[in-house]
């Protein structure tokens, strides 16, 4: 809030190289529409570099570590019999159901499955999209994520090489979940996976966005996720990171709602040793509705930063966010939170919680909610705690016979679980319950 | 005191009273019953003069003068008290605080001097004791955090202390149990003279066992449709509404 | 709710100028203005050496971006650093030396300098533009050992406090502001509460801008030693001007073991017009230090002035079971700005803090809450609470809140709690149903919003901080 300013020196690392290398490659203009966003892309994180502590948006997180690290790019898609073995390791509950699978920010056609989608679905690589579906791709890419949204979003919109791409028609109704697997499994990697989902007018679906890693490598994914909910369509987005310990994950997803459209985002942030996510809806229909549930389980020297934003821009809208946080380990977490209800956006309705819990010495939250709010007939309201566990529900635990530590372990998994059971999409639901219960139990315990 | 002829109102577009004609003098205790979505409320809301409903027909007299030409607050100031279906909170302000600002409106409006902050507390201590309240709920804020017969209660105390002479019960009795409802009532009979009438609207004849009007109307469609003495109302606790239906319809013809 | 739309627009009764022969610097800053304030004041080297060191810091920093607040940049070149009233070489010694004019400014103002009114239980510190014009009750104080005087008389009466304490709070190179107040600070008020001793009244200090195109920058200093106990209050006022004036002052508290300073403040500086023309621009550093075990530090403030506030009362709890409280209205009509909150630093253990805040924003006014607390990894056991209400009249206003919870240690509780809400029709239905008017039941529901605060201040500050939110709402719309 104070302080001297410190000029610092603009950080671009070994991304100048990595631009200027792709604008040579013949990707960079393998789909002509998009040279434009490319250069507005590259363009913007030239002028910008990343961020400093000294911008607001990342004061509590520093990308320095990030910044420093020489990756490399990879030009070309390659899928092999070790990553088709892996790919099915991971289903998050939804194991023989659709699924696009990815391999380093590449679709791969042979690991996906879309055999069981209903008529007029499209699904699949997002490059192959951009010209197959040019008219239903043009128009939303880099419209609702622009390039000035931030130095990542700005180095994903001229690197991208592919990503998933969804369209649910008018009226269709998809039953069965999909799964959308982003698999990393080069060491130093860069990836920039983009993602673009449109659910029409009264359709539904369920997506899965998974980023999975079955070896420990450091890499990078800087993802990209454009949503646009049509008038009266339903997205239930469920979002696990469960990337390597050692790899940075960096992520932004925005999605507009049109009129009594709904946006439900369940992000599960487990993995990455940095997770940095972006996650923006703009209500832009009356009595669209965005919900933004999120928990996160952090550890050792982990580091994860949530940045939500709901924009309120006309009247008779609902959101509701609940974030809850477990740290452990020398882990930090951020949350800033933002709700914004615009001029005009009367009979807003907006509420926001965040709890964390602390469970060991040196960990570290920094919470920042905001509400900005230019209407006045609304109804909108935050909350945020830090602290511990309850004693008195400790105690309550051992009268009834437990030991301090399985108390605290119980309570530990409780405190998620009051948010898990929000989670919209069951069978991921189940499979985080039971898969995080083990982890949960112990870190409560102090184990 | 109150004669209402005619009248006609609406709330939106929706036409909700369809011509409600109604005399009520000087002590006198007339009890509006009716089913949901009849229009009682309505009524007790018009006479309160409440902005979300436009009188669109007849006239309303209220002691000579032409009510519906009133705000909400000079009819108060004249002696209109509405006790409220859903008092409304108003947090951090005391009750007694509240009580004196509306006592001395009314004090300076009948060109009397206004009580100060210790003749007022006297009043309300007196005030208190006849009807049981518990002082501590003087000091607490309006409505706020009251229990729904807390609420109700707490209505009837401010009609004792701002002394009306027309008093409208919009559905005092719903949410009580039969305790609060005793108290209640045992409250309002307290208040009743020959110089002040009620207007009791309610949904169920239990109130009127506490309670005992000297007239019983039925609103149905938005006017009454039957008019009678207090056995009016034990006829509707045992045949119910639904017999009155055809009357209804055939007045509406 | 139209008629609340109609309601009359009350005036700034205090917007009046006094007529008085000053003496006012040439405008501009320089090394050489600063050496001036400083030969004016007849101050001893170090302090002189002080301000220089706090103006070249200044030189090398930008004024603040982040705050939620827009004015065009100011020209530090346009402002006149120094400005008394013409007044006899030496500091005057009792009232009979000060101009009646002034005398008669503050008896306007409500403020009685007389010292037969000391029935009042008051102690006044006058400040009229850049200097201390009279302090009351300081015979009485002085037996006391309490030390209640001009900053400026300070350096020479007690320079040895001045000098361990000046600065330890607020650091030159604090912020932007704060440095150029330590640069060219005119006078202020100074309070020291030797240990053991419980000030037996409030003390106060009112200040008065009068002068135009002067700067307004009062450095404040007050210390409680062991188990000492005081409550301080100031006002502020200024004429009705059609340009921008600026204010920066800085307040550094400071408690030892077991002493409790209470610090309230009534802001009605000047608003500028409905359309936003003229006002101060009240950029205020305040920061009190819990330093010693079970102090306790508690800032009240009633914000109803100024075109632009931005002002952060702050606790740095450093001694164990040390406490910091923090009380806050603030209202912005018309197009006034205010971005004001807190800072609740935890270092010590035990360490507690409460934060309550209630804005409410009217007309085009826009508010801002931005509130940090932090807890430091060895502040075990801290606690904060956090409760932070906003009240939007009329639907042209903004109500913004920003909180900061940084937490370090695992033994802490933080808890934060935001609200946003505006005056019903159904409140303001039922009140009418009682007999009660509009404009009498927008205030009583406002004052009802405001009570939490309103009761920590004492009691003539609150009446007189109801009676102000009544005019400043006035005209705002429903």
Known sequence: MSGAVAEMPMVKGCWPAHLDAFEKSPGWSAVPWAVGLRKRGSAAFHERGFPTTDDEDWRYTSVQALAATAFRQSLAARADA?????????????????????????????????????????????????????????????????PSFSAFAALNAALFQDGAFLDVPAGVKVETPILILHLSHESYLASHPRNLYRVGAGASVQVLEAYASPSCDLYFTNAVTEVDVERGGRLIHGRIESESGNAFHVACTQGRVAEDGLWQSDVAALGAGFFRHDLGARLVGERAEARMFGLTIASGKQHVDHHTAIDHAVPHCPSREYYKAILNGRSRVVFNGKVYVREDAQKTDAKQTNRSLLLSEDARVDTKPQLEIFADDVKCTHGATVGQLDEDMIHYCRTRGMSPAVARGILTYAFARDVLQNFGIPAVKEHLDRSLVQRLLDAGRGA | MLSIKDLTAKVGAKEILTGITLNVKAGEVHAIMGPNGSGKSTLAQVLAGHPAYTVTGGTVTYQGRDLTEMTPEDRAKEGIFLAFQYPVEIPGVSNAYFLRAAYNEREKQAGRPELDVMEFNTLLKEKSKILHIDESLLNRPVNEGFSGGEKKRNEIFQLAV???????????????????????????????????????????????????????????????????????????????????????????? | ???????????????????????????????????????????????????????????????????????????????????????????????????????????????????????????????????????????????????????????????????????????THDNFFAALNSAVFSDGSFCFIPKGVKCPMELSTYFRINAADTGQFERTLIVAEEGAQVSYLEGCTAPKRDTNQLHAAVVELVALDNATIKYSTVQNWYPGDKDGKGGIYNFVTKRGKCAGVNSKITWTQVETGSAITWKYPSCILVGDNSVGEFYSVAVVNNRQQADTGTKMIHVGKNTRSTIVSKGISAGRGNNTYRGQVKVAKGAAKARNYTQCDSLLIGDRCGAHTFPYIEVQNPTAKVEHEASTSKISEDQIFYCKQRGISTENAINMIVNGFCKEVFRELPMEFAVEAQKLLGVSLDGSVG
Not at chain 2, 224 to 229: A, E, T
Not at chain 3, 8 to 19: E, I, L, N, R, S
Request: a neutral charge; glycine letters at 8%; proline letters at 5%.
């Open chain 2, 162 to 253: 701002l002394e009306p002479k027309l008093a409208i019960l919009d559905e005092t009795d719903s949410g009580l149990d039969i305790d609060a409802l005793r108290t209640v009532s045992d409250g309002v009979n307290r208040l009743r003279s020959k110089d002040r009438a009620f207007i009791v609207v309610t949904h169920y004849q239990r109130l009127l066992n506490y309670i005992v009007p000297d007239f019983v109307h039925v609103i149905a469609g938005g006017r009454i449709v039957k008019s009678g003495g207090k056995e009016l109302a034990l006829e509707l606790e045992q045949r119910g509404y639904d017999w009155l239906k055809p009357a209804a319809a055939g007045a509406a013809r």
């Open chain 3, 1 to 171: 709710m139209e008629d609340v739309e109609q309601l009359a627009t009350k005036d700034y009764k205090w917007g009046f100028v006094t007529d008085v022969a000053s003496d006012t610097f040439a405008k501009g800053l320089s090394e050489d203005v600063v050496r001036a304030i400083s030969a004016k004041k007849n101050e001893p080297s170090w302090l002189t050496d002080w301000r220089l060191a706090a103006y070249r810091a200044w030189l090398k920093m930008k004024a603040p971006v982040w705050p939620n607040v827009t004015y065009p940049p100011i020209d530090y070149q346009g402002i006149a650093y120094y400005s008394a009233p013409a007044a006899p070489k030496d500091k005057k010694q009792s009232l009979d030396e000060v101009d009646p004019e002034i005398l008669k400014t503050y008896e306007k103002l409500g403020i009685s300098l007389d010292e037969q009114k000391r029935l009042q239980n008051i102690a006044v510190d006058a400040v009229f533009d850049s200097v201390s014009v009279a302090t009351t009750c300081k015979d009485y104080l002085e037996k006391l050992g309490i030390a209640f005087c001009s900053f400026s008389e300070a350096v020479h009466k007690h320079p040895e406090l001045v000098r361990r304490y000046l600065g330890s709070v607020v650091p």
């Open chain 1, 82 to 146: 070790l990553v088709s073995s892996t790919a099915k390791m991971f289903g998050f509950g939804l194991e023989g159901g659709p699924r696009i699978v990815l391999v380093d920010g590449f679709f791969s056609p042979e690991l996906s499955d879309l055999t069981a989608l209903p008529k007029g679905v499209r699904a699949g690589g997002l490059l192959r999209a951009m010209t197959a579906e040019k008219a239903r791709v043009e128009t939303h890419l880099g419209e609702i994520a622009p």
